[in-house]
């Protein structure tokens, strides 16, 4: 009776261990709670918004750094032995466009950005660069998580103490067989670019 007792005592405490490691080891997964996909979503759309804002910063130093536009337009004359100033300032790689001049043929010239092309010129910078922060999501693979994404078209308002970016591309993410859809971006970028231009 004595060694029964024993016997099924043994079994219980066996029965308990086994029961500890199948939970240490994540066997019962049917009693985890999952993750809402909703929650999963916010974390990418948290990573996109960093890489938007990221990516406008990099924009926006650009533009100062060459004077107000990405890209500085040709000058009607092209620079040459006869126009050796032509609208810009050539500092190393960099071009520096000024606002005023004198042309070749002496003439005043004024050649303040428009605030619409200045836009025109960070939205298609967003639009180009944005997938070099982004980097085709490796940086979730790792965790599980399938994600597509399409063509970014943005859009960016430059306003007195920050940028307003709105970002069209639709992202897919997948994660356990669970997929949502984001379509839409919205970051506002704090800056004082838009008060300097007008300063200036």
Do not use: H
Not at 11 to 39: C, H, Q, S, Y
Not at 53 to 81: A, C, H, Q, W, Y
Request: charge should be positive.
């Amino acid at each position: 009776m004595k060694k029964r007792g024993q016997l099924t005592l043994f079994i219980v405490l066996g029965l308990i261990v086994i029961i500890i490691i199948l939970f240490a080891t994540g066997l019962f997964k049917g009693f985890k709670k999952p993750i809402p996909i909703d929650d999963r979503t916010e974390v990418v759309k948290d990573f996109v918004k960093g890489c938007i804002e990221l990516t406008t910063k990099s924009g926006l130093r650009t533009m100062g750094l060459s004077g107000g536009l990405i890209t500085v337009p040709n000058d009607f004359i092209p620079r040459s032995s006869i126009n050796q100033f032509s609208n810009s300032l050539l500092l190393g790689d960099n071009e520096v466009m000024y606002w005023y001049y004198k042309s070749v043929n002496n003439l005043d010239i004024v050649n303040i950005p428009e605030k619409t092309l200045m836009e025109s010129q960070l939205s298609s910078f967003i639009s180009e660069n944005l997938k070099n922060c982004l980097n085709k999501f490796e940086r979730f693979k790792y965790e599980g998580y399938k994600i597509q994404s399409g063509e970014a078209k943005a859009d960016a308002k430059i306003n007195d103490k920050n940028i307003g970016v709105k970002v069209e591309m639709p992202v897919i993410v997948v994660l356990n067989q669970t997929s949502s859809r984001v379509n839409d971006f919205s970051v506002d970028v704090k800056s004082n670019f838009g008060r300097l231009y007008n300063a200036a």
